[in-house]
């Protein structure tokens, strides 16, 4: 209806009864509304894309919380969420490689590499426990023995997932919540648990 308006606007002004540049700028008018209405509904379409890609598990919102723990040999990173594990390897024949790129045999073959790396073994350990539980048939889980290095409180902030302002409160709520991820009795490392309490000691020692 609007085009059609436009055009008799049109007409009028080639025939003498209308002036030409009011014939015009009529016959514009409808067009440009059009357009107006067309933008519009772009940008909704446009939100609603969002939404959904939002509710499919787009790559809207903040990133999920990770910890991350460091040793010569890997840098392991806990995801909160789910309590699964990947580290990237910083050294020797699988360096900058990920855990999870690896074949168990692999694994295996790196973990002999480590040798007596205790950090290193200890996180590798708990990554095959965790993602390969029967790695070791007929055997046990052991457990970790413990390294003697001195944990920082950078370190112990890593590994808790906190930011440089984290206070009292959030230490507890981020050892909770970690721990119902990787406490032993819930199929979790050993290892990880007890480098989980050193870390909120040693925050809440200095925080608290």
């Known amino acids: 209806?609007?085009?059609?308006?436009?055009?008799?606007?049109?007409?009028?002004?080639?025939?003498?009864?209308?002036?030409?540049?009011?014939?015009?700028?009529?016959?514009?008018?409808p067009f440009l509304l059009r357009s107006a209405t067309l933008i519009m509904r772009g940008a909704q379409f446009a939100s609603v894309f969002r939404s959904l890609k939002a509710a499919m598990g787009?790559?809207?919102?903040?990133?999920?919380?990770?910890?991350?723990?460091?040793?010569?040999?890997?840098?392991?990173?806990?995801?909160h969420?789910?309590?699964?594990?990947?580290?990237?390897?910083?050294e020797g024949q699988f360096k900058d490689t990920k855990l999870s790129q690896l074949e168990l045999d692999q694994l295996k073959e790196l973990?002999?590499?480590?040798?007596?790396?205790?950090?290193?073994?200890?996180?590798?350990?708990?990554?095959?426990?965790?993602?390969?539980?029967t790695w070791r048939p007929g055997e046990e889980r052991t457990e970790p023995f413990s390294s003697s290095e001195d944990m920082s409180e950078s370190q112990a902030l890593d590994i808790l997932g906190l930011k440089e302002d984290a206070i009292k409160e959030d230490i507890i709520q981020a050892h909770r919540r970690m721990m119902?991820?990787?406490?032993?009795?819930?199929?979790?490392?050993?290892?990880?648990?007890?480098?989980?309490?050193?870390?909120?000691?040693l925050l809440i020692k200095i925080r608290g």
Do not use: C, W
């Open 81 to 90: 969420d789910t309590g699964m594990m990947d580290g990237t390897i910083l």
């Open 1 to 29: 209806m609007a085009t059609l308006f436009g055009l008799i606007l049109l007409f009028l002004g080639a025939t003498g009864r209308l002036h030409p540049l009011y014939a015009v700028f009529g016959a514009v008018i």
């Open 111 to 133: 973990l002999r590499e480590i040798g007596n790396d205790a950090d290193s073994s200890n996180l590798l350990t708990a990554y095959l426990d965790r993602e390969h539980e």
């Open 58 to 79: 787009g790559s809207v919102g903040p990133p999920p919380q990770t910890s991350e723990i460091s040793s010569r040999y890997i840098h392991m990173v806990l995801f």
């Open 180 to 201: 119902q991820k990787v406490h032993p009795d819930r199929g979790g490392s050993t290892y990880l648990a007890t480098k989980i309490n050193a870390a909120k000691v």
